[in-house]
């Protein structure tokens, strides 16, 4: 174990067959697992205020090494005492590699052992990342959990899958090798697109490289419910139990209680903020579109069992208001409500796993008496 | 004294000159004054919850007859309670009549002594405003303070402002006699743009018919600064001194200060909240538009003596990453900011008026030692 393993350390309290509560301590203070972490992409969780955050209950914030290095850049961001002290959360924080918004947001991407060539999506330059590049960055980003920098491959092409493995895992030792500091904890991703095989060698090649943490990449991109869940069951048999699994990108309730039923401990998804920037609410198993006619004279809360902010004093007839008037109070309500569900979905998870009634909180989930709250 | 006026007694705690500070009673609490109104022009304070608001000491909000009346409708918010509940503001709430906004915001404006007809600036659809309308829907909106129906005019225009002052003081009687509520105080508003005789005739005819608080409408719309330093003296001489005193869309803290020595205690202004989502920050007597480059590695807050949650948290840098990055964060943190440096000026000058050194305070600001909050 070393140093930065000793400042991460990960219990789990209690289980329920592959479930997990646990904690997972970081020198930003204690991740209660499974956890959801909300995205601040740019630095920011786009239209709340960190204090509207903590008042949320949200522990862990992943912000993206791509963006931060486009704007405002790494450097001026380490000048102003890391990522933690410029966006003002004081909380744990995450910094994913690159890989997927090199693949995802970037234009004209080349890509070789070495690394990605590509172009910016805010000005067209172009850009050079390589493994030692992404973590440099994240280093000087300063969160307490970064990523290995990986290659994504779309879902069902095995040849492509075949080479982006390859690479991911040679990146992966490339990423372990040049890291320096001793106070952040680094993951390692898994790929392999939706076939057995590959997940199944890339958990056993990255769980060998004894990462105090280990990511499940390439999911949530297409692929089947069903090909989800026996992928996450593939992987997780490979990567040691005792050691985080944070499935990458993932926030319905119905994928997180997939997720943790099969072992998967930390989440991050920017559906909340980005449905409620899209007029919708969350509510149990289903979506609101606030901006339909219907909810005009509503005046019921979004959901009358929530005890977020925004239901506990706003009706839906005025949030439809704010929506139709284009008032940007309506992003801010829907964002707290969206994210108020997928927290305390996640913190119910969790206690039913302390209480051992896991079980009975899938069952009810399932049988739609669950609130999802 | 009649019930509404009962509901609303105004009780002057100290003065300095012609500078008072007082408290307003009213159904929703009581308000010091002077005080500054947030606008929520469409039943929201643009980019603030009001949580937010309330921590920043805000007590009276304002609304718009025009804007609700076209979106969502009176009617949908006396359905669902009223602007209070409708908008979650539990403290005073004042409408005005829509007259400036048909002045400023409606096309196609046709004006006759019976009232207005217009065109919507959403839809184009045609309406018709009367005093007794403007009057009704302020009645179902249920504000606490509300506002007589006025038409404004050019201020350099005499002919006009004649011409609409007639109107103006007979539409003025007629929504006092169209007023069913008792649990609502409505102002007259004296207008007549920048010439004295207009003023200060206006200022007798509306004194009186015996409104529980006057407002001074037609000022902060182009005229000089000595020319409205000279209006608020010809119409506050008049005005009876034992009734509250709105000065209308009046929000930077010179004017502030200037009409509060001429005997003012109420502004509103959407100035704050404007400047806010145009990048600007409100100091000491001076903007800042966070846009410019020279911010991009400032590490200081926007004003090192604000106590605001922008100023205790946030560098100028990380406003101006927001900003560059278009992320909505950036109006809600700048309107808290405005919002907070106006609601501490105009407290620190109502301290200043009850401990007696109102004179030093407003020394200290021409000379520029004042902070300006």
Chains 1, 2 share one sequence.
């Not at 697992?33 to 205020?49: E, R, Y």
């Not at 692929?223 to 926030?251: C, F, Q, W």
Request: proline share 4%; with cysteine; charged share 20%.
């Amino acid at each position: 174990m070393n140093a930065s393993t000793a400042l991460f350390s990960f219990n789990i309290q209690a289980s329920q067959g592959d479930a997990r509560a646990g904690v997972l301590h970081t020198p930003h203070g204690d991740i209660l697992t499974p956890v959801f972490a909300p995205v601040g992409t740019q630095a920011s969780v786009k239209a709340v205020t960190p204090a509207q955050l903590n008042e949320l209950g949200a522990s862990l914030v992943l912000a993206n090494t791509y963006h931060l290095y486009l704007r405002p850049g790494e450097e001026l961001i380490a000048e102003l005492g890391g990522l933690h002290d410029f966006m003002n959360w004081h909380h744990p924080l995450l910094t994913d590699s690159g890989g997927y918004q090199v693949y995802s947001q970037a234009a004209n991407r080349s890509i070789s052992d070495e690394g990605v060539i590509f172009r910016s999506h805010i000005d067209g330059s172009t850009h050079h990342f390589t493994p030692e590049k992404s973590i440099a960055i994240q280093e000087k980003l300063g969160a307490d959990i970064i990523m290995t920098f990986d290659e994504c491959a779309p879902p069902y092409d095995y040849e492509y899958n075949q080479r982006a493995l390859m690479r991911t895992h040679k990146w992966a030792e490339r990423c372990l090798k040049s890291k320096k500091r001793s106070d952040q904890a680094m993951f390692g991703i898994v790929q392999g697109g939706v076939f057995s095989d590959l997940r199944r060698k890339s958990a056993k090649f990255i769980s060998s490289l004894d990462f105090p943490g280990h990511a499940i990449g390439g999911l949530s991109v297409g692929e089947t419910k069903d090909e989800m869940k026996s992928m996450l069951e593939i992987v997780n048999a490979v990567l040691p139990e005792d050691k985080p699994r944070y499935l990458m990108g993932v926030g319905t309730p119905e994928d997180l209680l997939n997720a943790v039923i099969r072992g998967v401990d930390i989440f991050d998804c920017v559906l909340p903020t980005r449905l409620a920037r899209h007029n919708t609410a969350m509510v149990p198993k289903d979506k609101l579109n606030l901006t339909n006619a219907v909810f005009a004279k509503d005046s019921r809360p979004i959901d009358n069992t929530c005890t977020c902010y925004t239901c506990q004093h706003f009706s839906r007839a005025y949030l439809r208001h704010l929506i139709v008037a284009k008032e940007m109070l309506s992003a801010t309500l829907l964002s707290i409500h969206n994210l108020h569900t997928l927290l305390e979905f996640v913190k119910e998870m969790r206690q039913s796993i302390l209480d051992a009634r896991f079980n009975d909180f899938v069952e009810s989930f399932i049988l739609g008496k669950h609130s999802g709250k």
